[in-house]
């Protein structure tokens, strides 16, 4: 901001007689000479003085030209002047077609990422607002005059320097950073307004698209389904419930889940920019702009990594635990001949001998069940296409019945049951298998109910559970080249909505949804 040097000066304490004092206010007057005064349309607002102390003397009572007796006075000096103003004359200026406040705040010179400040005329970030800042350049070289501190929100017009006061800002400010009362909050799920944008197009708050950023699409698949279940977005939408984590992966998800709901955006998509950088670094680059990823490996680094970031420990929960984690009781036979299958183990007269197992048994929290899919059929048919069997979900969920025994690779035989459920279920339906060349897909539609998930068979008491979905994340094509999209209900019309990065579609026909390549299936407990 700019300073001016006005001081005032006043009467100072001295021993003096009153001709001593007449003749010392005369010298200080000329010693403090009061600079010109700034412009009268600019009011100003000024904090409480400082106060400096000099030393003055004096030969005699008649006299105080140059002669010291050791006297004190105190000089007033104001501080520097805030200016501000309500009449800027380039808000005409301001083109919010331009603005996207979704990618990282970084200065498009310098790179840095210290007291960046938006241009509200072409949408670029610059550094600094001094006369020697970028910012300050990029005014007087473009004609461009008024920014936004992107980390107070606070608008300036420059080369002038001045706080600019308007009402009319709001929404920019709204739109760098979205907030939400309780009430509003309660509302989120009993919306059916569609919003407006600039460019007048329309959609739904919380059904917006997210873009690609290059082979991203695994992410934002897995990124709606979870902005989708209440808990998870009643708590990361609150900012002052992130105010005390660190931790950036938190903070961005957070801003994510903000602008997602933001019923007054601009535009009817959201970038996630800031927060794929926050998983690219949190991840040491195994998750990164550019590759293509599963959205499982994904799904369990990140809600695992949030736990962490959230203080989860063993004795203490998080949102994340609270919401996802059940347990599940494992039976494991190990057996314990080492010559299995050999002519030791065969008994008398050939016959093979009863093999012996060693049995353990251990309870383990879970925050997503992974369901086997049956080998796919080799044989085509008369069309020399190939057959793409459908499978009820319930003949894969019997994994966990407590009395179907799982053979693993290495001889160990296991059986699962389900002690205590999850508010919130997912399942992975594991499409996809990995050899020494290549990668391959199994194409088994599986069908599933999208309210009533009967889940009494599948829990050690026997309780009648049942689930509603949420989410159905799938993927569509062949194995490396494929895409992922999601499917979502809006709990305010119960409609469901198709999501492809950007694309965002209303389903017509339900009966779609649960005759897909599902991948990733998201419950919630009635």
């Known amino acids: 901001m700019s300073e001016t040097n006005n001081h005032k000066s006043e009467e100072t304490e001295t021993s003096s007689s009153p001709s001593s004092t007449e003749s010392g206010n005369k010298r200080k007057a000329d010693e403090i000479t009061p600079s010109p005064s700034s412009d009268s349309t600019t009011p100003t607002t000024t904090t409480t003085p400082t106060t400096t102390t000099t030393t003055t003397s004096s030969s005699s009572s008649s006299s105080s030209d140059n002669n010291n007796n050791g006297n004190e006075q105190q000089i007033i000096q104001p501080p520097p002047e805030k ?287 992974s369901l086997e899919l049956p080998a796919t059929p080799l044989f085509k048919d008369e069309g020399e296409k190939n057959i793409i069997p459908q499978i009820p979900l319930f003949s894969i969920m019997n994994k966990f019945d407590g009395e179907s025994p799982q053979s693993m690779v290495t001889g160990e035989i296991k059986t699962y049951t389900i002690t205590q459920l999850p508010k919130y279920l997912i399942l992975h339906i594991k499409r996809f298998t990995k050899n020494n060349f290549f990668r391959e897909k199994n194409p088994t539609i599986v069908n599933f109910p999208l309210k009533n998930l009967e889940m009494k068979e599948y829990n050690k008491d026997k309780k009648d559970i049942k689930y509603d979905m949420v989410a159905n994340l799938k993927h569509e094509g062949a194995p490396g080249t494929g895409t992922y999209s999601v499917h979502v209900s809006n709990r305010g019309n119960e409609k469901w909505f198709d999501i492809e990065d950007l694309n965002v579609k209303q389903i017509t026909e339900a009966y779609s949804i649960s005759v897909s390549e599902s991948y990733l299936q998201f419950y919630e407990q009635k």
């Open 83 to 369: 200016k501000q103003r309500k009449d800027c004359p380039y808000l005409a200026t301001i083109n919010r077609n331009m603005l996207d406040f979704d990618f990282e705040k970084l200065c498009s010179v310098s790179l840095s990422n210290l007291n960046v400040y938006a241009c509200l005329v072409c949408g670029k970030y610059f550094q600094g607002r001094g006369k020697t800042s970028f910012a300050h350049f990029h005014s007087l070289q473009a004609g461009h005059h008024v920014f936004i501190n992107l980390q107070s929100k606070k608008v300036y017009c420059l080369p002038d320097d001045y706080e600019v006061i308007d009402p009319s800002l709001a929404d920019i400010k709204y739109l760098l950073d979205p907030t939400f009362t309780q009430a509003q909050i309660n509302n989120l799920d009993k919306n059916t307004t569609l919003s407006r944008c600039l460019d007048g197009s329309e959609y739904l708050p919380g059904v917006v698209g997210l873009n690609n950023i290059k082979a991203t699409d695994y992410i934002n698949a897995v990124l709606q389904a979870l902005v989708h279940i209440p808990p998870i977005r009643d708590y990361f939408i609150v900012e002052d419930n992130l105010k005390n984590f660190k931790s950036e992966l938190v903070k961005r998800f957070g801003m994510l889940v903000r602008k997602m709901w933001n019923s007054r955006n601009f535009k009817p998509q959201v970038s996630p920019h800031e927060l794929l950088q926050a998983i690219q670094d949190s991840s040491a680059k195994r998750f990164k702009i550019g590759v293509q990823g599963d959205p499982i490996d994904f799904l369990q680094w990140f809600i695992n990594e949030m736990n962490k970031d959230l203080g989860g420990t063993k004795n203490n929960k998080t949102i994340i635990t609270e919401v996802f984690q059940g347990h599940v009781h494992v039976v494991t036979k190990t057996p314990i001949s080492s010559s299995r299958g050999s002519d030791m183990s065969r008994g008398p007269g050939g016959s093979k001998a009863k093999e012996e197992f060693k049995e353990t048994s251990k309870t383990l929290p879970f925050l997503y069940l």
